[in-house]
């Protein structure tokens, strides 16, 4: 029996600790076949993004084209473009799959600084991909960047949630909101607000934003409610950060025993 395919739309990371090859591995791990359409090319360790290539946005085009003549897509995760010619394109291939889970991580920044997307060309991300999407999962710092709310206490959180659906007429869950002994994600379907609590974890690991998103597809994908799909996704990433290994002098990697076997 065939295997349902996934796609990930996102950057090359040479670690494979982010981008579209964490993206496979978490889609494999969940039961699916993954596939990628790279968006951008980077050069990263486990400490730094270096540098970030764009290829040509036809690109894009011509990858989705080619998988999309011979496999069924059953889900697509929108990861890191990288600059923003990349942004119609994407938006094209989201509206032609209007049938199956799209989720997006607006990814436009690393966490040791370098921008992963022009800044001035948010307003443009969230037009673009308004309408045409499930789900968007932006981390407390991203949901700062499209909403204009700051994002330090769970009313704010709740603030930049409401303003980001308004934006993307999607819902929005919101993550990694810190705060004294604990985090809280948020998810906002457009009526109700719904917070899932845990305990901070004391690990410094690479590619969670990544993990948790395409986690999501795969349990929107198996056909789970989105609350339940974003409760298994934020219990699957935070299982998955206490396997993860220390390989180079930075951040942890996640690691995938039962696709080593």
Same mark, same amino acid.
């Given at each position: ?43 990263? =360790? ?22 999309? =003549?011979?496999?069924? $897509?059953?889900?697509?995760?929108? %990861? ?58 932006? *981390? #407390? ?12 206490? $769970? ?13 993307? *007429? #999607?819902?929005?869950?919101?993550? %990694? ?12 379907? %457009? ?28 349990? $929107? ?21 206490g396997r993860s290994v220390r390989i180079g002098h930075g951040q =942890? ?7 080593? *076997?």
């Amino acid at each position: 029996m065939k295997k349902k395919v996934l796609l990930t739309i996102a950057g090359y990371d040479p670690t494979s600790g982010a981008g579209a090859v964490l993206d496979i591995n978490v889609f494999q791990d969940l039961g699916f076949t993954g596939m990628g359409v790279i968006t951008s090319l980077t050069a990263q =360790n486990t400490r730094q993004v270096s540098k970030v290539y764009c290829p040509p946005p036809n690109l894009i085009i011509d990858q989705y084209k080619s998988l999309g =003549n011979d496999i069924k $897509l059953c889900g697509i995760k929108v %990861g890191m473009l990288g600059c923003k010619k990349n942004i119609s394109p994407v938006a094209k291939i989201l509206s032609r799959n209007s049938s199956v889970p799209r989720v997006i991580d607006p990814v436009f920044q690393s966490s040791s600084g370098t921008w992963l997307l022009e800044p001035e060309a948010i307003p443009d991300y969230m037009k673009a991909i308004a309408g045409q999407i499930t789900v968007l999962t932006p *981390n #407390a710092q991203e949901a700062a960047l499209i909403s204009g709310v700051q994002v330090n206490t $769970l009313r704010e959180m709740e603030r930049a949630a409401k303003k980001i659906y308004e934006l993307c *007429n #999607a819902p929005c869950l919101i993550t %990694g909101g810190h705060f004294e002994k604990e985090t809280s994600d948020l998810l906002y379907d %457009g009526k109700d607000f719904h917070v899932f609590k845990h305990k901070k974890i004391d690990a410094e690991v690479h590619g969670t934003g990544c993990f948790l998103s395409s986690a999501l597809l795969s349990y $929107l994908s198996k056909g789970e409610a989105l609350k339940k799909a974003c409760h298994l996704a934020i219990n699957k990433t935070l299982t998955s950060i206490g396997r993860s290994v220390r390989i180079g002098h930075g951040q =942890n990697l996640f690691s995938f025993p039962n696709l080593n *076997n």
